[in-house]
């Protein structure tokens, strides 16, 4: 039986938050079976727990923020992306604020941080949401789409009007039954423009962004003394941001996914029409792992 997973011990960390700048103490947590992953802000008179699904992403500027009762939480779709790419299932994630700290802008602080309190099978099959068929949405011409795929696919082109994003490779497509998410997606860091930082700032976001936290480029070059972790790392760092923002779906995606110029918002947006057609989805589970596709069987090898 391909089994769901979970943390086998709590482990903490503690960082900045990248759009609200407040020092944020994180702890990951072991959860039950069925559970998700769920957010949890601490700093309140009582703990307020929030869900990590599609339907309560309330803020989608330069991230995705998940909003409920009146509490926020910014800024989930790198740890989400380092919990769907190791294969966790079920989390609590406490928070002493309004944010997931950013750590070094990529998702490799919080996969380690997953390594370290180890993942544990549990008794329960793992539970797939998979695409029957072809969902798309598109706002001029940027566009996301969504198509049955048996494993986790995806394909992604952005465009920037830059020298050195011009002159690195602007598509990507990755398949999680052949490629290594630690190796080749988790190190890909966020990235941003000075000319964009006042404006940014003005409107209360990445008050904690900075060359230790993420790819910082002038009008011509990269202002990093370390330079690129990837000769593509712009693009690798989409492909990260769109898994964590798919693990929204609340279970691990067996499907295709492909976009141009796609960004939280959109993807958020994808999310949503696909789990409004009822007739496009369902949940699947495998009892025995030889009977589950190549794809998603391979997939899974490569979370463990």
Known sequence: MLRQRTLKSL???????????????LALRPAQVDSGIVFRRTDGPQ???IAARAELVGDTRLS???VQGGQRIHTVEHLMSALAGLGVDNAYVDLDGPEVPIMDGSAAPFALLIQQAGVVEQASPKRFLRVRRAVEVRDADKWARL???EGLR???SIVFNHPVIDRSAQTVSVD???TSYLKEIARARTFGFMQDVEALREAGLALGGGLDNAVVLDEYRVLNSDGLRFADEFIRHKVLDAIGDLYLLGKPLLGAFSAHKSGHGLNNQLLRAL???????EIVSFEKPESAPAGVAAMVRQLA
């Open 275 to 281: 789990l409004a057609d009822a007739a496009a989805w």
């Open 11 to 25: 482990v903490r960390a503690t960082g900045v938050g990248l759009h609200t700048g407040k020092k944020i103490q």
């Open 47 to 49: 703990p307020f727990e």
């Open 64 to 66: 995705s923020c998940l």
């Open 147 to 149: 198509e049955p795929y």
């Open 176 to 178: 999680f039954a052949q």
């Open 154 to 156: 995806l394909t992604f």
